[in-house]
């Protein structure tokens, strides 16, 4: 009994401790801000998120989202969050396959093709990135111009000084809008399926609402009208129409993605060594092909020791892409500079910044959080 009730009173003192830190820290930043906006009142500077409405005056690019000189400040600063998004999601996807690639040449039988990876890995993980950028951008930007018979991909992709030029697909916009419902339900669906595989009931339950979804989204995608190919074509002195990747976004994706998978490929190395030799000799002893022990055996039980790291890198590549304002690319980080020099209100966009990239890296966070736990050893504890 008096154990329990010892318990009790520490776990009551601990909440309480913690609810005092927390109330201490909220109500210095409220002191802070409040000591902020009055001394700006008193210097006559403007304040206040009311700014965010007003219209910007200016226009930024945007490979994703419009945007025009008309659209208020909040506006743009979505548009510049998707940049950061896109240009985040395609370095994370792009360096993590290189960095596979990398990790397994470094332990390569054949010592020169080991020592090419080698090179590779010292070269560019000891550039700084923000020079690679500037080296990518003033290279791409020497490409022929659009009227100068730039490369082509079977006269449906261009590559030119004025950017990369792709097929894209376009949908009604009511269409579209049902369109990511309808995925969004399947996922869903398919992580149910995933958490429920034991279960069969609910696992044909969660089968069920994915085909159910599937015919749902092919239905709606016929209904909202013709699906067109939008394909890019040369009209004046420059290319009309499709997805045009500006050369600020490529410059961006291929300076991280090279630097970034240095790191992954010492990280893939370090985790395929750190698998035991019995594991995979059993596997050899049973018969099982060499690639098949790798995928099978080698891989999977080496991720686990990856995962944590590769987190790591991939938070880095996320803040990595504040470098995009050396080159002209509208991430949060060149928007909020711009913003803050076009309105002198520096502590409303600062505050703006701070939370795009907390909420983006905290949501990697969790996502990397739930991937190593999925891929975590089961036993008991």
């Keep these: 009994m008096n154990g329990n009730t010892t318990y009790r009173k520490n776990h009551i003192a601990s909440w ?46 945007s490979p994703f989202l419009d945007q025009t000189p008309d659209d208020p400040y909040w506006w743009t600063l979505v548009v510049a969050f998707v940049n950061t998004l ?69 006269d449906a992709a261009f590559m030119s000084n004025q950017g990369l030029f792709l097929p894209s697909v376009k949908v009604g916009s009511a269409g579209l809008g049902w369109a990511w419902t309808v995925a969004l339900v399947a996922l869903g669906a398919c992580a149910l399926w995933r958490r429920a595989a034991t279960r069969r009931r609910v696992a044909n339950l969660a089968l069920a609402i994915v085909a159910i979804a599937l015919i749902a989204l092919s239905v709606v995608l016929l209904r909202s009208g013709p699906v067109v190919v939008d394909l890019p074509r040369m009209t004046g002195f420059s290319f009309r129409g499709g997805w045009n990747v500006p050369l600020e976004l490529i410059a961006l994706v291929l300076a991280t993605v090279l630097f970034s998978a240095a790191y992954i490929g010492e990280i893939v190395r370090g985790g395929l060594l750190s698998v035991p030799r019995g594991l995979i000799e059993a596997a050899q002893a049973l018969g099982v ?53 076009q309105t ?16 983006l890296n905290y949501s990697l966070t969790l996502v990397m959080n739930v991937l190593n736990r999925a891929i975590a050893f089961k036993g008991n504890r």
């Design 289 to 341: 092909p060499a690639y098949a022990a790798f995928a099978s055996v080698r891989f999977p039980i080496a991720l686990r020791s990856m995962v944590p790291a590769l987190g790591n890198i991939f938070l880095f590549i996320v803040k990595a892409t504040a470098i995009g304002s050396a080159i002209g690319y509208a991430d949060v980080y060149s928007v909020s500079v711009v913003s803050i020099s």
């Design 86 to 154: 896109g240009a985040s999601v395609m370095s994370i996807m792009f360096a993590c396959m290189l960095g596979v690639v990398i990790g397994i040449g470094l332990l390569a039988p054949n010592r020169v093709v080991a020592q090419m990876f080698r090179a590779y890995v010292e070269i560019f993980r000891n550039v700084p990135l923000v020079l690679q950028a500037l080296f990518w951008y003033a290279t791409l930007t020497t490409l022929p111009a659009p009227r100068a018979n730039p490369p082509a991909f079977f």
């Design 16 to 61: 309480t401790f913690q609810i005092g830190v927390v109330a201490v820290l909220v109500a210095l930043i409220g002191w802070s801000m409040a000591t902020a906006w009055q001394r700006m009142h008193a210097q006559g500077i403007a304040y206040g998120f009311g700014v965010l409405d007003r219209a910007t005056g200016w226009q930024i690019s």
């Design 344 to 359: 002198g209100q520096a502590v409303e966009f600062l505050i703006a910044m701070m939370v795009v990239y907390f909420a």
